[in-house]
């Protein structure tokens, strides 16, 4: 089945140390995308990449890093610099043009 | 900016009633897309349905409908016959000028009760 696979599913990161957060795709979809939401919130933006080494920042990207080395694969690095890394992270992929956004299932993480 | 207010924190439906789910938006851009996505209790995002600003004809997709009101900017969510599966939030989302990034809204909790 084709589909979007986040892992962990759960996620636990102690002070001052950067966690990755995984994220493949089999969909053969050009852009991906990284959200986080917080408790009673929708979803917020950190970063995008439209293609292969390519990616841009989005509405919230300070103290996360991402990398696109491989079209099917787009990993999340929270490091020490975000203060508040708590919340439930989404991964989603679309193709170009007017294609609706499909999701992971999420990761959710917290600090010990 | 563009700008997506769902005014509904939560609403409540009985079982195989019809319920709207409102969803208003702001953008200055003629070209825009409207989204609808469903999230259950374990999380993932689930589209549910699309709208294109010239769009003729309001979506439908099942029991999903999309009441677009071009000059109001409102983009509502009609789900018919509501079943207890469709307990969840839902989210309404518009595409970003220039590339499929998604603004999305606060979000409506729908509870469907026997």
């Known amino acids: 089945d084709g589909g979007i696979t986040q892992s962990p599913k759960y996620l636990f990161r102690k002070e001052g140390q950067n966690v990755t957060l995984s994220c493949e795709q089999n969909l053969n979809h050009d852009a991906m995308y990284w959200y986080r939401q917080d408790p009673g919130q929708g979803l917020r933006l950190i970063y995008y990449s439209q293609i292969v080494n390519d990616f841009q920042k989005g509405d919230i990207a300070e103290g996360y890093s991402v990398s696109r080395e491989k079209k099917e694969s787009f990993p999340l690095t929270v490091t020490s610099a975000q203060k508040n890394p708590t919340a439930f992270y989404l991964c989603a992929s679309s193709m170009t043009g007017d294609q609706p956004q499909h999701f992971g299932d999420g990761t959710r993480l917290s600090i010990l | 900016a563009q700008k997506i207010t769902q005014t509904q924190p939560g609403m409540f439906v009985q079982e195989k009633e019809a319920v709207t789910l409102d969803c208003t938006y702001d953008t200055s851009d003629p070209s825009y897309g409207l989204f609808w996505y469903k999230q259950p209790s374990s999380g993932e995002m689930i589209f549910l349905i699309y709208?294109?600003?010239?769009?003729?004809q309001n979506a439908t997709e099942g029991r999903y409908s999309l009441n677009f009101q071009k000059a109001r900017k409102s983009a509502n969510l009609v789900i018919s016959a509501s079943q207890l599966g469709d307990s969840a939030m839902y989210f309404c989302a518009m595409r970003d000028t220039g590339f499929q990034k998604l603004v999305f809204g606060t979000g409506t909790r729908l509870l469907v009760s026997p």
């Open positions: 709208q294109g600003s010239y769009d003729q």
